[in-house]
């Protein structure tokens, strides 16, 4: 993580006038994650995705399954702890296939950050027992890589 967060300290530096999403303006970020589609609550997800308050104008974004939802407290400390606030996109039971609507969303919204770390899979094993293959969990993980990749610095 410590190395993630110091490439995304050097692409700001670098002159990139972005340290955040597409827009440093925090209410204007913060009007763009309003809008992010986020339904069916039902006790398995995080609290809806929003920007962080106004004290950061660098963050990343986390998303993830129940690992992730159950960790956020601890994650979001380490995050700030580092100068950095986190945006977390996080639901209990999520694959892989989920992950990759989240990007697609994320993408179309204008909400594609400049660090996105990823902590999806195991549920795809879990719940496609007797229909997963090496080759389809394979598939996946290459489409969410490519996905992520539309953002400078990206963890899986």
């Known amino acids: 993580l410590e190395s993630a967060l110091q490439r995304v300290r050097d692409h700001a530096a670098a ?10 303006d925090a209410s204007a970020a913060s009007r763009r994650w309003s809008s992010y589609p986020w339904t ?14 106004g ?4 963050y990343v974004v986390v998303l993830g399954d129940s690992l992730v939802r159950n960790a956020r ?3 979001g400390q380490q995050l700030e ?7 977390f996109v996080c639901w209990g ?6 992950g990759i609507e989240q990007i697609r969303t994320m993408s179309s919204l204008g909400l594609l950050p400049r660090c996105l770390v990823i902590n999806l899979g195991t549920n795809d094993l879990k719940l496609d027992r007797g ?3 090496p080759a389809v969990l394979q598939s996946r ?11 400078p610095v990206s963890l899986l």
């Open 40 to 53: 069916r609550p039902d006790g398995k997800e995080c609290p809806r995705p929003a920007a962080p308050a």
């Open 141 to 151: 993980l290459t489409q969410l890589l490519r996905l992520a990749k539309q953002c």
């Open 93 to 98: 039971g999520k694959q892989t296939t989920w």
């Open 55 to 58: 004290k950061h104008d660098r």
């Open 73 to 75: 407290g601890l994650i």
């Open 15 to 24: 002159g990139s006038a972005d340290s955040g999403t597409a827009s440093t």
């Open 81 to 87: 702890a580092r100068g950095f606030g986190a945006i």
């Open 131 to 133: 229909h997963q293959t």
